[in-house]
């Protein structure tokens, strides 16, 4: 602003100089308007205002304070909140949480510009070009991507969690997001089972080739097609398509995804004041999940959707620990520390070294499946439940 000021009158100074040789006829207004850098019409119209209003009547006047000027006493409030509780947030999350939380009316860009000129958030460097991304898949269900972030997410606690985040190509929002001590195959399956039941089946995942997802016959070498994990072969039992990353490119939208969360969610969460894992997830599940969609969800491509529905439920039984085993002389099944007791079946007098199919789920219970036929339920103990004799 002074530096505009200095301008001014120095502009002022050389018009005064030159409008005085033309009333003394030593320049012409043609003259005149040359030797100031501007046309004729302007020459007459300062002139005009000069006599009207003397030096005053130069006065640039978009140096007028504007009647939309924000408020002095605003914008020291804004720069408050971020000393004081902001501290390191971006500009767009600081903005989208005073207008939430603290009543906030002022615009983005006001808002950045007084942030940059007191030093408290340092402007950005300019990006530079960048490599065309993939194109996105144009209806949602048809592909998801499943990744997870380790990270020191809750405030307070120096531990590191596991976010597991599993989303939509086409759209990039959210089905399921939650935190877990460590990734691993129960976590993976959680994730499609909660999209499962929230949204259905869906056609393809894309994940990396974490142990838990793929077998790796050779390191570095491509995943086996033949031999899967308990999550390569749930996929295949539903019909999803399972797709591996073979480079960091590849997974660019989940990187994005988990570079937003760690600057956002670590500061949302402990402005929440929560700090234990259970909390954290019924907060992400009842709370941001919804609002993070409704701020970086965009449209899909074509409307419409690829999830399709399961009424049979035939998800629950297949987005669990699977294997086989073969009973024992004593018709029981050994699983793991547990000793199985088969009841009596009408199928067979006993299942002495028959292949039997063991299923274990997330909550703990336990079921033994000998082909389509359920033959008994057992709670996470190995205690008999309900005694099925209808198929499955």
């Known amino acids: 602003m002074e530096r505009a000021r200095i301008h001014e009158g120095i502009r002022r100074m050389r018009f005064e100089s030159v409008l005085g040789r033309t009333e003394r006829s030593e320049l012409s207004q043609m003259e005149a308007a040359e030797l100031l850098g501007i046309s004729e019409r302007t020459f007459r119209r300062w002139r005009d205002r000069y006599r009207e ?43 989208e949480q005073l207008g939430k939380r603290h009543h906030y009316t002022l615009g983005y860009t006001v808002t950045k510009l007084h942030l940059h000129r007191t030093g408290l958030v340092v402007p950005a460097r300019s990006r530079s070009a960048h490599r065309k991304k993939r194109p996105r898949r144009p209806m949602i269900g048809m592909m998801l991507h499943q990744d997870a972030s380790r990270h020191a997410w809750l405030s307070g606690d120096e531990r590191q969690y596991d976010l597991v985040a599993t989303m939509d190509d086409a759209s990039s929002a959210i089905y399921s997001l939650f935190l877990v001590d460590e990734e691993g195959t129960a976590s993976s399956l959680r994730g499609v089972r909660e999209v499962a039941e929230s949204r259905g089946l869906f056609c393809a995942l894309y994940t990396d080739r974490g142990s838990h997802y793929f077998e790796t016959p050779t390191a570095g070498a491509r995943v086996s097609k033949t031999v899967l994990t308990q999550f390569g072969r749930a996929l295949r039992q539903l019909g999803i398509e399972h797709i591996a990353a073979y480079s960091p490119q590849a997974r660019g939208r989940s990187e994005r995804l988990f570079g937003t969360l760690q600057d956002r969610l670590v500061k949302e969460l402990a402005l929440a004041g929560i700090n234990t894992l259970e909390a954290a997830n ?24 690829a999830f399709v529905a399961d009424p049979s439920g035939a998800w629950r039984d297949i987005l669990c620990i699977q294997e086989d085993r073969q009973v024992g002389n004593d018709n029981t099944v050994r699983w793991h520390r547990l000793s199985l007791q088969l009841p009596p079946s009408r199928l067979r007098a006993h299942f002495v070294r028959a292949t039997v199919r063991v299923h274990e789920y997330p909550d703990g219970r336990i079921a ?10 057992y709670d996470a103990s190995g205690r008999l439940l309900q005694h099925q004799r209808q198929a499955a």
């Open 368 to 377: 033994v499946f000998w082909g389509p036929h359920r033959l008994a339920d």
């Open 53 to 95: 209003a003397g030096p005053a009547g130069l006065s640039d006047r978009r140096l007028r304070p504007s009647l939309r000027r924000a408020s002095k006493a605003e914008i020291e409030r804004m720069l408050g909140l971020y000393r004081d509780l902001y501290r390191g947030f971006t500009v767009k999350h600081f903005h």
């Open 282 to 305: 019924r907060w992400l599940r009842e709370v941001y999940i919804a609002e993070h969609n409704a701020r970086f969800a965009v449209p899909a491509e074509q409307e419409g959707s």
